[in-house]
C-alpha cells in the first residue's frame, strides 16, 4: 500500500510539473497587473495631448474620463474592436471594481514628458545588440545614463559595435518614449492595437506607433 501510494504521489507531481492551467504564461487575473503601451517609434517624438485623446474619442477606444485618475478614461465602445485579446485570455474586466482599485480595462494617456524616459518593468528582459543579437546582461547599470543621454554612443561588450541605446532591442518588454497611451491591466502578450487603431494614431500624429508590454 505505501508502495502504491508513493507511486500516486509521484504521478501526481509530474502531472502539476508538466501540465500548466493557464497556457501562454496567462496566470489568474488576482495576478494579472501590468499594461499594454502605445508609443511613437521616433522615441523623441511629442504628440500633442488633446488631439490624441479626441482621436481615441472619436475611434470608440476611450469614453468619459476617470474622476479619480489624472488623464485617464474609461473604454469606449470599440474597445473589444480596436484592442485584440487573445482567444484564451480570462475574463476582461471593463468596469471599476467596488474596492477602486486599479484592476479594470482603462486608458491613460501619458505626457508628452519633459525628456525621454525608459519604461520597464518585471517582464523586461536583457536587451540586445541588434548587430550580435547578444544579450546585455549588465543593462541596469547603465540605465540612468541612457536616460540622461539616449543618444550617446556605447560599446557592445560582445562586439564592439558603436550602439545608441535608442537601437537596442527589448523585443517589446520595455521602451523608450515621452508620449505613450497605456492600455492598463492587460498582462504582457494578452492583446494587442490592431492595425487600424496604429494607422489611426499615425495619420493624426504624422509619426509610426509601435507597442510594448511592462508588468507590475
Not at 500633442?48 to 478614461?73: H, K, Q
Not at 477602486?100 to 480595462?105: K, L, V
Not at 547599470?141 to 559595435?161: I, M, N, S, V, Y
Amino acid at each position: 500500500c505505501q508502495a502504491q501510494a508513493v507511486a500516486q504521489v509521484s504521478i501526481l507531481i509530474k502531472f502539476r510539473v508538466f501540465f500548466n492551467p493557464y497556457p501562454h504564461n496567462f496566470m489568474p487575473k488576482s495576478t494579472q497587473t501590468g499594461r499594454l503601451l502605445l508609443t511613437p517609434r521616433d522615441p523623441h517624438a511629442t504628440p500633442e495631448a488633446g488631439p490624441i485623446v479626441n482621436l481615441l474619442t472619436d475611434m470608440g477606444l476611450i469614453a468619459a474620463p476617470l474622476p479619480s485618475r489624472p488623464r485617464a478614461y474609461r473604454v469606449g465602445e470599440r474597445f473589444l474592436q480596436l484592442i485584440s485579446f487573445a482567444g484564451c485570455s480570462p475574463h476582461i474586466q471593463l468596469a471599476p471594481p467596488p474596492d477602486g482599485s486599479g484592476a479594470f480595462c482603462h486608458i491613460q494617456v501619458l505626457g508628452p514628458e519633459p525628456a525621454i524616459r525608459l519604461l520597464t518593468g518585471r517582464n523586461t528582459r536583457s536587451p540586445r545588440c541588434p548587430v550580435c543579437r547578444q544579450g546585455l546582461a549588465h543593462w541596469q547599470a547603465l540605465r540612468a545614463q541612457w536616460e540622461r543621454d539616449p543618444d550617446r554612443p556605447f560599446g557592445c561588450p560582445h562586439c564592439a559595435t558603436a550602439l545608441v541605446p535608442l537601437g537596442l532591442v527589448w523585443k517589446q518588454s520595455a521602451g523608450f518614449g515621452r508620449f505613450f497611451v497605456a492600455v492598463e491591466d492587460v498582462f504582457p502578450g494578452e492583446a494587442a492595437p490592431v492595425p487600424e487603431l496604429l494607422q489611426r494614431l499615425q495619420h493624426g500624429s504624422g509619426e509610426p506607433w509601435h507597442f510594448f508590454y511592462v508588468q507590475d
